[in-house]
């Protein structure tokens, strides 16, 4: 994409958007059979369950591939032979530095980015891409600091972009069903939910705090790694391979000891946003969406094991305020303030909470989930990702899938569905077969200017900023809450608590030379 021609799109961005991206600017929308341009930052992991679907679908073709260690692209050659996908990794321009893939944008053409990389990279490079009129497709969570998040929301309304976060149970039937029948109010007035995980699985705590204390000098730099463009935006220090075996760390899936990386950077405080921003944004999303959450005035975690200054603690539980509001979807409608209680680290809500459930599943609670609890009844997401859920209302002996019980079916539809894959099954599934030709593609078919228009998002894309940027708001006052006792209370409008130690966290560090 030139720049001549990228400065046209912004325009067309600031002639037409409504809210976050309401209207698509892209080219591509006048030409939809055209191949849109997409680089893919982070190549593996969740990098390449990412990248691949979009490609796969035949109307993408890869313009670059960056990622610091450049190992992972004989990583991603070998997966794509091991999937049955004929694609040379070879053939594409390959980046360890962001900022250098940015520089090259328009020569190379980028229409649209895939960014799965550790969370304190996400903002730098999805603001800069969008401010180049670069669509982007961001993994969950959408940044790691409540002042990017500011500066991302800002950055996609004034540029027009299409916008789509990596929560992929956004685009499960069964998430959007269980979305409208709550919306219609159907338990009544709504002041309380529970949300639990099973995460972290990776090392954190005071154990992983003590280790990386007791080794200051650091370790030699693996080959292939660009250490300096992993850390980016992250203040300089020393790398750390392994720990040994015999090292105290907490480590129950045994991910190979990685101290940073990869994947187990997610539960330092400067790297990562620990199991709250890896996992609510996919097991809050039903209850986001569906109560028709919106501003938390404050919060307060009320458990910290393992608590330290370096890492996330080992197990925690939080405690949110959302305030009241009025109900969009029912205008006039006045919902009043909810509580959200947060559990990590295995830890879950008493079955007591939940009797009807517990009556029928030898008291037990599901190992992931989110509890819903309204004055007429209450609906409970036994997974993470909302594609298994049920409901049971007054008078109800037991939970029924959503899609099976008598009242909730009366609820009129009002969500298009991206699969309808419920259509021959007749209740919801923990099937997540949905997530290739739905959530990734939806971002695809949203760039191409196809596919349903979400009035709730006011976009082609369920989890695009307007929805995206509020429900990160209180999942990140919550990491904080996490770092600092006692009782933090949130100012949106100032973008601030009212505590000092609070405040110093809203803010990321930010290296010189690596300024977004």
């Avoid at 077969?433 to 739905?438: D, L, Q, V, Y």
């Avoid at 940027?469 to 990140?476: A, F, K, R, S, T």
């Amino acid at each position: 994409m030139t720049a001549s021609r990228r400065s046209f799109i912004r325009g067309l961005a600031g002639a037409s958007a409504l809210g976050f991206g309401g209207c698509c600017s892209c080219l591509k929308c006048s030409n939809p059979s055209s191949k849109i341009r997409l680089a893919a930052v982070g190549v593996m992991g969740k990098g390449f369950s990412d990248w691949t679907p979009m490609l796969k679908s035949g109307f993408v073709e890869m313009a670059a591939f960056c990622d610091a260690d450049i190992n992972m692209r004989d990583k991603a050659q070998k997966q794509l032979a091991k999937n049955g996908i004929d694609f040379d990794m070879y053939s594409v321009p390959f980046y360890t530095d962001y900022r250098r893939l940015l520089d090259d944008a328009g020569v190379l053409g980028i229409d649209a980015m895939t960014i799965s990389t550790p969370d304190h990279v996400h903002a730098p490079v999805a603001i800069q891409a969008m401010k180049q009129g670069i669509h982007v497709y961001v993994q969950k969570p959408l940044v790691r600091t409540l002042w990017e998040l500011d500066y991302f929301g800002r950055t996609a309304k004034e540029n027009g972009v299409i916008v789509q976060m990596g929560n992929q149970g956004s685009s499960l039937d069964s998430m959007r069903r269980c979305t409208e029948v709550l919306q219609s109010g159907i338990l009544g007035d709504v002041r309380e939910f529970h949300v639990w995980t099973n995460r972290p699985v990776w090392p954190q705590g005071k154990g992983v705090a003590d280790w990386v204390k007791g080794h200051p000098k650091g370790e030699k730099v693996r080959d292939g790694l660009n250490w300096d463009a992993w850390l980016a935006t992250a203040e300089k220090r020393p790398f750390l391979d392994k720990y040994p075996d015999d090292a105290d760390v907490y480590d129950p899936w045994k991910l190979g000891k990685n101290v940073y990386h990869s994947f187990t950077w997610r539960g330092f405080y400067d790297f990562g946003a620990g199991a709250f921003g890896d996992m609510a944004c996919h097991t809050m999303n039903l209850a986001f969406r569906g109560l028709e959450l919106g501003g938390v005035s404050d919060a307060e975690c009320l458990t910290a094991e393992s608590a330290n200054d370096i890492a996330y603690p080992l197990r925690s539980k939080v405690k949110l305020t959302y305030k009241a509001r009025e109900s969009k979807i029912r205008p006039g409608v006045k919902l009043p303030a909810v509580t959200l209680y947060w559990y990590d680290g295995d830890l879950k809500p008493a079955a007591d909470i939940m009797p009807k459930w517990a009556a029928t599943h030898d008291g037990k609670v599901p190992n992931t989930g989110c509890y819903i609890i309204g004055s007429k009844g209450s609906v409970l997401m036994q997974d993470d990702y909302g594609a298994k859920c049920a409901i049971a209302l007054e008078g109800d002996k037991e939970f029924v899938d959503v899609f099976q019980h008598e009242q909730a079916k009366a609820v009129a539809r009002s969500i298009p569905f991206r699969t309808d894959s419920v259509a021959t099954t007749g209740k919801s599934t923990v099937e997540m077969k949905g997530f290739a030709n739905g959530h990734y593609i939806e971002f695809i078919d949203a760039i191409r200017g196809v596919g349903p228009y979400y009035e709730q998002t006011h976009s082609r894309c369920f989890a695009d900023a307007e929805y995206c940027v509020p429900q990160m708001e209180g999942i990140l006052v919550g990491c904080v809450a996490q770092r600092v006792p006692g009782k933090l209370v949130w100012n949106s409008a100032t973008q601030s608590f009212d505590n000092k130690l609070a405040n110093a966290y809203v803010k990321p560090f930010i290296r010189k030379g690596w300024e977004f």
